[in-house]
């Protein structure tokens, strides 16, 4: 089974902070996901990246692609108590072929 | 919109005894997943659905059984329950293979076995 490691597996920062999150793994994806998912609920995709080296905003999230396409970061600037929650990457090598990472436990205390 | 919902929430169950939970989606979406998620192990996929009247087997299908008798409906069966089955179960849904498109989860199932 391939594993998707994400660092750090958990993370507590003050309101205001930057963060970023790690998602590595030794297998080359066709793309790859992250989700956001809070308490009590299911994950919700944030964004998908399909290009090695791409780069994609969604407000202050930043996504990252690594160039080979087996790894991604998830950086966050100025960290909002909103922004709580369990990130979880997930990588596709093909049809059907969806593995989730580890995830990261993200706290921001107001 | 409903999206996915999933029934019931939370079950406790003893060892042995059988349940089945029961996913439903609103979106007219083709595929269709069952998951569990562990700490520190992430979402394994148990099994999933390509289309009405299909199934396949996923990471985890062991001590499972699903069946997709309508487009709109996912049932995720457990005949003899175990301790190792205590898990939180989602249910998703999506539009084309999940490696090229949203999947969209339900709030999950919380399942303890005793």
């Known amino acids: 089974t391939q594993l998707l490691e994400q660092s750090p597996q958990f993370l507590s920062i003050q309101e205001g902070e930057n963060l970023t999150v790690y998602c590595n793994s030794s297998?080359?994806?066709?793309?790859l996901q992250w989700y956001r998912q809070e308490p009590g609920e299911g994950p919700v995709l944030l964004v998908t990246v399909v290009t090695g080296g791409e780069v994609k905003k969604l407000k202050r999230l930043t996504f990252q692609f690594g160039d080979a396409r087996k790894d991604s970061s998830l950086h966050i600037t100025a960290a909002q108590p909103g922004d709580t929650g369990l990130y979880l990457c997930?990588?596709?090598?093909?049809?059907?072929?969806?593995?989730f990472g580890t995830g990261t436990k993200l706290q921001v205390i107001p | 919109n409903a999206g996915v919902t999933q029934t019931p929430k939370f079950r406790v169950l003893k060892t042995g005894q059988s349940m089945t939970l029961l996913c439903a989606q609103d979106?007219?979406?083709?595929?269709m997943y069952w998951y569990r998620q562990d700490p520190g192990m992430g979402l394994r996929l148990i099994h999933y659905?390509?289309?009405?009247?299909?199934?396949a087997k996923g990471e985890v299908p062991d001590g499972y059984n699903v069946s997709r008798l309508k487009k709109q409906n996912f049932l995720l069966g457990l005949e003899s329950a175990a301790p190792s089955q205590t898990s939180v179960y989602f249910c998703?849904?999506?539009?084309?293979?999940?490696?090229?498109?949203?999947?969209?989860f339900g709030q999950g199932t919380r399942l303890t076995v005793v």
């Open positions: 979106m007219n979406h083709e595929y």
């Open positions: 998703a849904s999506s539009t084309r293979d999940r490696g090229s498109t949203e999947a969209f």
């Open positions: 997930a990588g596709a090598t093909g049809y059907q072929k969806v593995t």
């Open positions: 297998s080359v994806f066709s793309s």
């Open positions: 659905s390509v289309g009405e009247g299909t199934t």
